[in-house]
């Protein structure tokens, strides 16, 4: 038997999905936005409805910072990813720029 490359209709309703991957936000965090990721790079139907639940619970401003081309992740021993060396960097990158 050859497997269906289409999908089920009901699926292709994007409030249906935005339904159920509010469902997989309900996780763990970081769990959650894992397979929220996977969900986006599931389909092209998964896509957009993934990338709204996904960029609508925000733990932090970190992951929107680093959409910021001119920020450098620094990552310091013992301290975890999501610290405040991520804005440091913004501003001296923002300062070698010469915007204020």
Known sequence: MVPSTTVHPC???S???VNIFAE???????EAAR???ALCRTCRAFREPAMKVL??????LVPLIRCIPCVKTIKNKGKSQDDLPTLVSLQSSLISLGVS
């Open 35 to 37: 397979t929220l990721a």
């Open 55 to 60: 960029w609508a619970h925000l733990g932090t």
């Open 24 to 30: 997989v936000n309900e996780r763990d965090e970081e």
């Open 15 to 17: 409030e249906i999905l």
């Open 11 to 13: 699926l292709l309703v």
